[in-house]
T-cell receptor, first 118, second 114 residues
């Protein structure tokens, strides 16, 4: 069964420094998608970045990059130049490609709470 | 802004009651998914609707049901509420950009069952 594991319940980072949030996944499906979402205290899940299982290059979106290591089944999120507004819960998620014909089911990890310190 | 809205933002119900949560997405988002997020957990998939038909379901009992309408709005109905139904309920609609389909979430409805 597909599973996402986030082993860091909480992380601290100093403002302007880079931080890496860990994510490992388990799937037997050769085709899958990996996502990172940010959830501020308001509750809304904000899409950050996507990596496809067949993508050759690591995804980047502004200050966000995804360190995709397929053989190790890891998809770590790197946030560069942290800002106070980055303080939030971060979730790694995997799209299950062959779920009874539905292609959009997301499986989430338990999240990492990031606190950016001034 | 994702263009996905949900109502109400907060709701308090008592055990045994029924509740209807609503979601509205942008034109063209023909797939909507609902998730339940208990406190301190990641969201759990409830079900998905595509073109007004249920297209996949997670491990939730039949008292969780839904509807999707032609105007890209949808509903999540929960009957016979239980205390454990207290959670944040998120809807997400799907949009294809550059060949990649991504789910965009609404702000959620916080349900408290007493």
């Amino acid at each position: 069964a597909q599973k996402i594991t986030q082993t860091q319940p909480g992380m601290f980072v100093q403002e302007k420094e880079a931080v890496t949030l860990d994510c490992t996944y388990d799937t037997s499906d050769p085709s899958y998608g990996l996502f990172w979402y940010k959830q501020p205290s308001s509750g809304e899940m904000i899409f950050l970045i996507y990596q496809g299982s067949y993508d050759q290059q690591n995804a980047t979106e502004g200050r966000y990059s995804l360190n995709f290591q397929k053989a190790r089944k890891s998809a770590n999120l790197v946030i560069s130049a942290s800002q106070l507004g980055d303080s939030a819960m971060y979730f790694c998620a995997m799209r299950e490609e062959n779920y009874g014909g539905a292609t959009n089911k997301l499986i989430f990890g338990t999240g990492t709470l990031l606190a950016v310190q001034p | 802004e994702t263009g996905v809205t949900q109502s109400p933002t907060h709701l308090i119900k008592t055990r045994g009651q029924q509740v209807t949560l609503r979601c509205s997405s942008q034109s063209g988002h023909n797939t909507v998914s609902w998730y339940q997020q208990a406190l301190g957990q990641g969201p759990q998939f409830i079900f998905q609707y595509y073109r007004e038909e249920e297209n996949g379901r997670g491990n939730f009992p039949p008292r969780f049901s839904g509807l999707q309408f032609p105007n890209y709005s949808s509903e999540l109905n929960v009957n016979a509420l239980e205390l454990d139904d207290s959670a944040l309920y998120l809807c997400a609609s799907s949009l294809v950009i550059a060949g990649q389909e991504t789910q965009y979430f609404g702000p959620g409805t916080r349900l408290l069952v007493l």
